[in-house]
């Protein structure tokens, strides 16, 4: 199977991602250390970037916006990844 992205649309993501105007976008950097870490540390870290990434969705995009508000999501009673999972009668 081949790679999603051709040379071009690699390149074209990466000059995206680079570009000036992306740089407002929150982005927790990775500590390599983190995975020999306890547990709970993982956790927190996971759940801190989740914040921020759904503060800056709720903020900023007005298609997740569009998203939350069509399917009652408050972004506030979301603490960690678990409270993403969907239940079986949804």
């Known amino acids: ?4 992205f051709s040379e071009y649309g690699y390149k074209y993501f990466m000059l995206r991602v680079t570009n000036r105007n992306f740089r407002e976008i929150p982005v927790m950097k990775y500590d390599a250390k983190l995975a020999f ?3 709970e540390k993982q ?3 996971q759940s801190t970037a989740l914040k ?3 503060g800056y969705l709720q903020n900023k995009s007005p ?3 569009r998203i939350f508000k069509e399917h009652h999501i408050n972004i506030n009673n979301i603490k ?3 409270d ?3 239940s079986k009668d949804s």
């Open 1 to 4: 199977m081949k790679n999603r």
């Open 63 to 65: 298609f997740y916006q």
């Open 43 to 45: 956790h927190a870290w």
């Open 52 to 54: 921020e990434l759904l």
């Open 80 to 82: 960690t990844l678990n």
């Open 37 to 39: 870490e306890a547990l």
């Open 84 to 86: 993403l999972q969907c």
